[in-house]
């Protein structure tokens, strides 16, 4: 188990969220490149990558103009998924076993790396820093949120577009495929005036194996209560935190749920029956609470079944100054 992960910190400077309106059919067409994008350029993007750069185009407005204040070597990028696309993987698989290799599209086999979807979300915005992909299951969009903020916190770059994109899962088995995309926008803290949204993250891995003992129960909801400890670190007993669980069904997700309620309570609603195919969801409820203006804290805390979480909360309320280690 990790035992003393860090907890990183940046300012959030806009937010944009693409994703299907409530209530659409799965497999009913929901988004328009040409309106959302433009009418040159894009028809052949792989759908998650569409749905990415709408949702950094959205976020990048709210920011105030801070992108292009930036020097385009000081801007970076993290994107994390986990099934962006799965879907081009099967297709190209498909064609390549009935048809042969030379019948694969020109178009799209570039997009058989998936780094290449973040990649165009650099050209896009001219983000010249750097460029980094996460896959982790379920918990890739908080983990790019997190490295991101280590970025910016290091000194590394000024802002960082940061989120999760993801489109349907053809091997999503029993969980729901997400589709669609979630971005926000980071810079350092420091520069952060009164009011600003912070963004707090710790990363934990849970060994599943370590949980099949009592000892090792009892000191993974340690870890996970010390983790949730300091990324709330500064809200005061009586700030009411809004607690959202993502997670699986998995005996990691219940020993993190578990922790989690005992720690924040019984009231702490449950996960979502039918787990998420994805790393979407914690990303848009971050980006949901900031969004909303309410100005409560939002803590969103993810575990997925092969030991990865991510703890992560939004909050406008003034943090210590010094970042808390896990203990």
């Not at 081009?88 to 570039?110: C, K, W």
């Not at 979807?117 to 996460?134: D, I, M």
């Not at 949730?228 to 069904?249: E, F, N, Q, S």
Request: glycine fraction near 10%; charged fraction near 20%.
């Amino acid at each position: 188990m990790i035992a003393r992960p860090q907890v990183a910190e940046a300012a959030v400077s806009g937010v944009g969220v693409t994703e299907p309106p409530v209530g659409i059919a799965p497999g009913e067409a929901w988004f328009d490149h040409r309106s959302q994008l433009g009418p040159r350029g894009y028809k052949y993007l792989p759908e998650a990558c569409q749905y990415l750069l709408a949702a950094a185009r959205a976020a990048v407005a709210g920011s105030d103009g801070l992108l292009e204040r930036c020097p385009e070597e000081r801007r970076g990028a993290v994107v994390g998924t986990n099934s962006a696309v799965a879907e081009l993987h099967s297709v190209i698989d498909r064609t390549t076993r009935t048809e042969g290799a030379d019948f694969i599209s020109p178009m799209t086999a570039p997009f058989f790396s998936v780094n290449l979807v973040g990649a165009r979300l650099s050209t896009e915005h001219l983000l010249k820093g750097f460029n980094l992909t996460v896959t982790s299951p379920r918990v890739a969009g908080v983990e790019a949120l997190h490295l991101a903020a280590h970025e910016v916190a290091g000194g590394r770059a000024e802002v960082v577009l940061a989120g999760a994109t993801e489109a349907p899962d053809p091997y999503a088995a029993d969980a729901l495929p997400e589709t669609g995309a979630a971005v926000l926008v980071l810079r350092p803290r420091a520069s952060a005036g009164p009011g600003t949204t912070l963004l707090r993250s710790c990363l934990l891995f849970l060994p599943p194996r370590a949980l099949s003992t009592a000892a090792g129960r009892e000191r993974a909801e340690r870890i996970v209560v010390s983790a949730l400890d300091a990324v709330t670190a500064g809200l005061d007993g009586d700030d009411a935190i809004d607690v959202r669980l993502v997670a699986d069904g998995s005996p990691v997700a219940r020993a993190v749920s578990d922790a989690v309620r005992g720690r924040r309570g019984p009231d702490v609603p449950p996960a979502t029956e039918v787990p998420r195919a994805g790393s979407l969801q914690a990303v848009a409820l971050l980006a949901e609470g900031v969004r909303s203006g309410c100005g409560r804290a939002r803590l969103v805390v993810t575990a997925a079944r092969e030991g990865n979480v991510a703890i992560a909360m939004t909050t406008t309320k003034p943090q210590p100054g010094q970042l808390p280690h896990v203990g």
